[in-house]
């Protein structure tokens, strides 16, 4: 069963950055370029919302709107990671991130970590 957890997360002023990570373990006959993976996020009392995705080989990637210029998805298949990049924060990107693996025959989340922007 895949596992992931999300580090990184913490408390940043209006304009700062971050850089989120998300380690993936427990692949069995499965490997981590058996999945995409995205970043999802949710702030209290409002759905999960999409953030980024990126490919198996790491060679595309889709952004949300809200973020396209500002942050940026990557991944490194030999260490099963990947990255979210975060720079220009404003207080709207304050959230739980989440990091997310799928596949046609399912996926896995992470349990979170907190981006919290303000002065």
């Known amino acids: 069963q895949v596992h992931l957890v999300e580090s990184g997360g913490g408390v940043v002023q209006p304009g700062g950055s971050l850089r989120l990570s998300c380690a993936a373990s427990?692949?069995?006959?499965?490997?981590?370029?058996?999945?995409?993976m995205n970043w999802y996020r949710q702030d209290p009392g409002r759905e999960r919302e999409f953030v980024e995705a990126?490919?198996?080989?790491?060679?595309?990637?889709i952004y949300a709107d809200s973020v396209k210029g500002r942050f940026t998805i990557s991944r490194e298949n030999a260490d099963n990671m990947m990255y979210l990049q975060m720079d220009s924060l404003n207080p709207g990107d304050a959230a739980v991130y989440y990091c997310?693996?799928?596949?046609?025959?399912?996926?896995?989340w992470g349990q979170g970590a907190q981006v919290t922007v303000h002065t």
């Open positions: 427990g692949f069995t006959d499965l490997s981590f370029t058996s999945f995409a």
């Open positions: 990126i490919t198996r080989a790491g060679d595309q990637a």
């Open positions: 997310n693996a799928v596949r046609s025959s399912g996926g896995a």
